[in-house]
């Protein structure tokens, strides 16, 4: 396995300068005092497409030679992570399909292809999605862009730590601690290298739906675990049913503790997030600041960074989140 | 009476610097084909206390000498310009004092005294809360800070302006338009001053709740206009009685056109923002994206600026906004 280390985030983050959005750190005084620490918000929220994800897809589609490029990428989410290879590939200029199943709902659809990308239905009684993406791989030349498990996706997702290391330097501030959201480990392997490069000692926690953490178990067993069932959440960005190879021999590295919080406690902060920050954040995005909201770690008077992944939140959830306030 | 220039605006930037967030231009393609323009949106709700509203107040503060700081500030809003005076007075260790009538809503008393701030309640069928804040200016020696009708509060406010110039500047991009949501003027003013300096060509758009543009009127006029009554609209952040004496003065010195939107706009302006920019806007921060939505002015194909002024909003009006989509 070829390795992974800073070098290859910074590669990223240059390759990615330009094409997405140095998203602020947010503070507030209000939500120390809930916390009971001081609190950096990294507002991913506020990324190209609502999410971080678009990171490490354009860095894979960027890493990719002129004329796979030509020829175009593949991926079968509907979700963050093909919401961001469908505006990414529009960034540059490089023809995406997304393949979803023909039940996928139709805003998701309506999205991608609002981004231009070509939409492959398959009908998920008879079909596999990873077949028929091969198939088109196999007849088109398209490149496959994986959700997580793969260096250039997390070097890319990692150029969001890289940020927060130079905001926070900017400000002259070292934390404590940081806890990332995690479903497959893209993002958490990328910025806990990241921020570990700059701050060796700085404590790291991944955060996961309480019950269902798949990358806390995979971290304790040293081999990847998965959910099975897979959660039912309304953390839905960080419900897939696997912990990444590649994102947990990276995790292994480093001393990482696991959280878990509920769907009532991820609402929760989901409205802490609408009172106090201003920031529309999705349940599975506002996992990390759940975690401290709820103090799951012991991290009284610290001072804490905790990313907020993501803002692609259905109104109707969004709602009962704030009704539950 | 004394002037106002950009040299003031540029005064209170460095006093501010520091003390205030630098809040961030997000832009959003879906946003652009939707408004039919290149909207770049200043998110002044993720400003400290969730509006503009504390760029003036601690510029006022700051301008005073060491021994009214000691004694003390008062003003009676428990609105934005209210948050704005607590929280920049506690980030200065200078004392402040609310008054705020007996029948003022619970949370907004509670964030007020959670900033430090001492609350003075008044009777309001008995009492005028000019005359109560009068008093206490007298006995204590307070200084008044009033929410628009005073330069330095202007310039405060402009310093979002000088930020929109050399965030832009920085991108390389020069506005053809900007759209700032007015009540009083003192955003408006500030702002439109600062452009002005570095872009004299641009188009300036002020945006007011429809039937009670107070101070389109007032341009009209040469003379500040009242809204009497003051309107019964969901956009409380705008819906002030009047137009500031001096916030007209400046503004007559440009060509500032004048635009309404209504309640049911701002809502689906509040939705919009909620959906492609996850921002949380207040109906009256979102008024300038309401009226580019909404098409209001001929900005097709331009390169536009609008303000989403704050995002203090309550939870059922925001519900409300989000279902109506």
Redesign the interface.
């Given at each position: 396995m070829e390795d992974f280390d800073i070098q290859h985030i910074q590669a990223a983050a240059e390759r990615l300068s330009g094409y997405i959005?140095r998203?602020?750190i947010?503070?507030?005084?209000?939500l120390d005092?809930a916390c009971g620490c001081n609190v950096y918000v990294k507002a991913e929220?506020?990324q190209?497409t609502?999410s971080f994800k678009i990171r490490g897809a354009l860095n894979k589609m960027l890493s990719l030679d002129a004329d796979s490029l030509g020829r175009g990428v593949v991926t079968y989410s509907a979700g963050n992570h093909g919401q961001g290879v469908a505006?990414g590939a529009r960034l540059i200029g490089c023809p995406a399909v997304i393949v979803l199943p023909t039940t996928a709902a139709a805003i998701k659809i309506e999205s991608c292809r609002?981004w231009g990308a070509e939409i492959v239905l398959y009908d998920p009684d008879t079909q596999e999605r990873e077949q028929v993406a091969r198939q088109l791989m196999e007849a088109r030349g398209l490149t496959f862009i994986p959700p997580f498990d793969d260096y250039d996706i997390m070097a890319g997702q990692g150029s969001a730590g890289l940020e927060i290391c130079e905001q926070l330097e900017a400000r002259g501030v070292a934390p404590d601690a940081i806890l990332v959201n995690c479903s497959g480990g893209g993002l958490a392997s990328g910025v806990i290298t990241a921020v570990k490069s700059r701050w060796p000692r700085i404590e790291a926690h991944i955060v996961e739906p309480a019950g269902f953490e798949k990358m806390a178990r995979s971290l304790a067993s040293g081999v990847p675990q998965r959910n099975d069932p897979v959660p039912k959440t309304v953390m839905d960005g960080i419900a897939g049913p696997v912990a990444g190879t590649r994102p947990l021999h990276v995790l292994l590295r480093h001393e990482v503790k696991g959280l878990g919080v509920n769907d009532e406690e991820a609402l929760r902060a989901v409205?802490t997030a609408?009172?106090l920050?201003?920031?529309?954040?999705e349940p599975g995005g506002a996992a990390s600041l759940a975690a401290l909201l709820e103090n799951k770690a012991d991290l009284a008077g610290k001072t804490v960074v905790a990313i907020c992944s993501g803002?692609?939140v259905d109104?109707g959830v969004?709602?009962r989140a704030?009704?539950g306030?």
């Open positions: 959005t998203t602020p947010i503070e507030s005084p209000m005092a929220s506020l190209r609502g505006a609002w409205s609408f009172r920050l201003k920031l529309v954040v803002g692609n109104p969004y709602a704030l009704a306030q």
